[in-house]
């Protein structure tokens, strides 16, 4: 991770909490990675990430009651809004950096922008992402607070998800990295809570978390699954 990525991912940050924006998403996506390392500080745990994407879930209904203009807010940062698909998702575009909006897919889902008028972008609706706002902690960051996925949602997630990309290098990398967290999480002494939060997922999600621990045959994790 590159020391001016990093610190411009902090700048961002800085600005969505000043307007207190923060208090009402979630970070998802790789960018969690080394924002974990706080609460991994005494289990092993590498937090490098090689990624342009920042990943923000709006919960639906969303309760962000301030109306603040994102792309106007990092524009004298460098960044610029571009259109990601035909559907014309709002993403905000940067050298170092992408920024998206994300809410999570409900009934039979669609394939349209879902408007984010308070906030001047709109965001993609996928599937899975409840699972991810269910179980959160609070991390700070300089002055401020960060809201995260657990570590266990967003590993057992990863190993949901990475079955359906496309892309085999970076299905390998989201499993990779989610080993790697199950396993710092075991260092850590909560293998309980990773029992726990695969207990809560519906068994068709179980099944496809085991599938693909079962591929990297990753014995002590499947045995605390068990």
Same mark, same amino acid.
């Given at each position: 991770?590159?020391?001016?990525?990093?610190?411009?991912?902090?700048?961002?940050?800085?600005?969505?909490?000043?307007?207190?924006?923060?208090?009402?998403?979630?970070?998802?996506?790789?960018?969690?990675?080394?924002?974990?390392?706080?609460?991994?500080?005494?289990?092993?745990?590498?937090?490098?990430? /090689?990624?342009?994407?920042? =990943?923000?879930?709006? &919960?639906? $209904?969303?309760?962000?009651?301030?109306? #603040?203009?994102?792309?106007? %807010?990092?524009?004298?940062?460098?960044?610029?809004?571009?259109?990601?698909?035909?559907?014309?998702?709002?993403?905000?575009?940067?050298?170092?950096?992408?920024?998206?909006?994300?809410?999570?897919? /409900?009934?039979?889902?669609? =394939?349209?922008?879902? &408007?984010? $008028?308070?906030?001047?972008?709109?965001? #993609?609706?996928?599937?899975? %992402?409840?699972?991810?706002?269910?179980?959160?902690?609070?991390?700070?960051v300089e002055d401020f607070y960060l809201t995260l996925p657990h570590p266990a949602n967003f590993a057992l997630h990863k190993l949901i998800v990475f079955q359906r990309r496309i892309e085999k290098d970076r299905a390998i990398k989201d499993r990779n990295i989610a080993i790697s967290i199950l396993q710092a999480l075991i260092d850590k002494g909560e293998g309980n809570i990773i029992n726990k939060?695969?207990?809560?997922?519906?068994?068709?999600?179980?099944?496809?978390?085991?599938?693909?621990?079962?591929?990297?045959?990753?014995?002590?994790?499947?045995?605390?699954?068990?």
């Open positions: 991770m590159e020391k001016k990525q990093y610190e411009l991912c902090l700048e961002v940050l800085r600005r969505l909490s000043k307007d207190r924006i923060l208090d009402n998403i979630v970070l998802i996506g790789s960018w969690c990675i080394p924002f974990y390392k706080e609460y991994f500080a005494k289990a092993k745990y590498i937090h490098s990430i /090689k990624t342009r994407d920042i =990943d923000f879930l709006i &919960p639906v $209904p969303s309760r962000i009651q301030k109306k #603040v203009d994102i792309p106007k %807010l990092v524009k004298d940062l460098g960044f610029v809004i571009g259109f990601k698909g035909p559907q014309g998702y709002i993403r905000l575009e940067h050298p170092k950096l992408f920024i998206e909006f994300l809410v999570p897919e /409900k009934g039979k889902g669609t =394939d349209k922008p879902y &408007p984010l $008028p308070k906030l001047g972008v709109n965001a #993609v609706a996928l599937r899975f %992402l409840n699972f991810l706002s269910e179980n959160i902690i609070k991390v700070k939060v695969f207990g809560s997922v519906p068994q068709k999600w179980q099944k496809r978390i085991v599938k693909g621990l079962e591929e990297t045959k990753e014995k002590a994790i499947l045995d605390i699954l068990k």
